[in-house]
Structure formats: C-alpha cells, structure tokens
C-alpha cells in the first residue's frame, strides 16, 4: 500500500513523463504560399497573409487573403504546379501598395491549376497576356 507522499510523487512522475512526450511533438500548422490565409500566422516564415481585392470587367468583386510574399520580379516567387510564380501589384486593389506573389495558371485548364477557393483569371503583365489564380471568394 502506498503512503499518500508516495502516491503523489508517482502522479507527478507520471504526469512529467506524459509532458515530456507531449512536447516531443511539434505539429506544422502553416499552410503553402498562394493558399488562403486569415492573418499571416497562418503562413510561413518567408510569407504574410495579404488581402486581394479585384474587380471583373463585369463589375464582380472579388475579396480574399492568400498567403504570399512581396517581391520584385517573377523570380523571387515560387513555382506551382509546374509554372513558375508571378510577380504583380493589382493596380484595382486599395490595400495594395507592393508587388506580390501569384501562381500562374493556364487559362484551358479553367482552375484545375489554382488551389481550392481560387480561380484562374486571364490578366495583362509587362509581357503580355498571362494568367493568375486570385481569390474566388
């Protein structure tokens, strides 16, 4: 029979070993660059969580966050799905005072190549015609 001390060192030595395996386990909550984000928590180290906000020819807006990073050119932004990222400032976006990153898609493809809550929408770049994934929300 244990004597009371007793009983209560072996909970606290149980209860030190389960934080001990406990801690053990580190859980990556961060989601990839051009995914939707709430605030910039949600994504990684090199990313923020920005808002874009775009108007269609039809007068359609569109509102949402993705997380991504400022750069100057297509280089400094990371390749999806097999085409290299793209490096824009939408000139309709009131938050916007920065180039930022986008995923390129292929219009034929419709949004197969955005992530989920994206569409591909056909824009106009320094080089011409081009495709992003926007928020579709």
Do not use: W
Not at 105 to 126: E, F, H, I, P
Request: charged share 20%.
């Amino acid at each position: 029979m244990l004597n009371f001390s007793a009983g209560r060192a072996l909970i606290a030595i149980g209860a030190l070993m389960f934080a001990s395996l406990g801690s053990a386990c580190v859980v990556d909550v961060t989601v990839p660059t051009y995914d939707e984000c709430v605030d910039s928590t949600d994504c990684g180290s090199a990313d923020v969580c920005v808002r874009v906000i775009t108007t269609d020819s039809l007068g359609h807006t569109r509102d949402g966050k993705q997380c991504s990073r400022f750069c100057d050119i297509d280089a400094n932004c990371p390749s999806m799905n097999g085409y290299t990222g793209a490096c824009y400032m939408i000139s309709t976006d009131p938050d916007f005072s920065n180039f930022t990153c986008f995923a390129r898609c292929d219009l034929a493809y419709g949004d197969r190549d955005c992530d989920l809550n994206q569409n591909c929408v056909g824009t106009t770049g320094s080089a011409g015609p081009d495709a992003i994934c926007l928020p579709a929300f």
